[in-house]
Structure formats: structure tokens, C-alpha cells
């Protein structure tokens, strides 16, 4: 579900991107920043690159239900769905300094345009994901500068995102529990 919820909104933001600037060409890639060597990728080139840089377990309970009803009335047991939040890292990266700030400020719009996506506002929502929502996280400059250090990677005007609740479920089951079909009240209050 996590590749997903990231390949859909790398595709979405690309065809805003492509709509508002007129292009035929892809402008966004879904990729690392740098290679395990060290090496900056020649494909994230003249790209709007969107990378994971984070996941964070949801641990809000409501979610979580155990049970399923089955046709015949029984309930199977089964782990609960995980929720989880993606931080996102979107890199402007072009030659050109003017091109990089261009792609970087609409990559912004798109996110302040679309700051929940849902099978209501889009129909090519892949099955599994009901809602995707972002905000967008507030870094101050040295936690920036730690992450692109952490990266290996010289700093590049980015921003950063949470992708919130992308769930998983295995849906395996872990037993099976009868319906309850009639209730006894034998306790009798004096």
C-alpha cells in the first residue's frame, strides 16, 4: 500500500504539473535522492523527485477492528489494519535555479490545491487507499540541514509533506468466534 499511495500522488502531482505548464513530458519521479554510493541519480535531472523519508505508526485506536462478520453469522478474528504516516520529501531539481523555484512553488500549489484526496475527487484512487491526506510539516532550518546530511546529499529547495493513514491490512485470519443468537439474563437484582 505504501508504494501505492506514493506512485499515485507522484503520478497526480505529475499531471498537474504537466497541465499547468503545458508538457508532454514526465516531471516527476519517485526516487531516492542518492544512490547507496553516494552518487546523484541521472534520472532525477531536471525532475521534481519525490522520496520516503520517513514512516510513523498511527496509534490512534478507532481504527483498529479485530472482528469481521461472515455470511453465515459467524465473525472471523483478524489482526487489526495498521495506519501509518509517509513523510514525503519533494526536491526540485533542475540545472536551471529559475526552473527549480518555478517547479518547487506549483509542487507546493498542487499540495495547497489538493490537500485531501479521495475517490469523490478522484476516481483513479488505487483499491485499498480511501482517503489520502496532506500537511504540509514545518522544519526549521537545522533540522533541514540534518536531514540532507543524514542523506549524504548537498542541500536542494525542497519541501516536506505527511501523507497521512495509508494502511495496511494482511487480512489473514487468526481465528474464528460464533455468533451470539440469544442472550441469557440469569442475575436477578434484589
Known amino acids: 500500500m505504501i508504494q501505492k499511495a506514493l506512485q499515485f500522488t507522484s503520478q497526480t ?16 519521479i519517485l526516487n531516492a535522492i542518492v544512490e547507496g554510493n553516494g552518487s546523484m541519480p541521472q534520472v532525477n535531472q531536471n525532475k521534481v523527485v519525490m522520496s520516503l523519508i520517513n514512516i510513523e505508526w498511527e496509534t490512534v485506536k478507532p481504527f483498529y477492528v479485530r472482528n469481521q462478520k461472515l455470511s453465515n453469522g459467524s465473525f472471523s478474528s483478524i489482526n487489526p489494519t495498521e495506519r501509518y504516516n509517509l513523510y514525503i520529501l519533494i526536491t526540485a531539481n533542475h540545472d536551471d535555479y529559475q526552473e527549480t523555484l518555478k517547479f518547487l512553488n506549483t509542487s507546493i500549489l498542487f499540495f495547497q490545491t489538493h490537500p485531501s484526496i479521495d475517490s ?18 514545518k522544519i526549521d532550518y537545522y533540522q533541514m540541514h540534518n536531514l540532507w546530511s543524514a542523506m549524504g546529499a548537498k542541500y536542494q529547495p525542497s519541501v516536506i509533506y505527511k501523507m497521512r493513514l495509508v494502511s495496511i491490512q494482511a487480512n489473514e485470519t487468526t481465528g474464528f468466534d460464533a455468533a451470539v443468537s440469544q442472550s441469557s439474563n440469569s442475575a436477578h437484582v434484589s
Open 13 to 28: 502531482l505529475d499531471q498537474f504539473l504537466k497541465n499547468r505548464f503545458e508538457l508532454s513530458e514526465n516531471k516527476v
Open 120 to 137: 469523490s475527487s478522484n476516481s483513479n484512487l488505487p483499491k485499498g487507499i480511501n482517503k489520502l491526506d496532506f500537511e504540509i510539516e
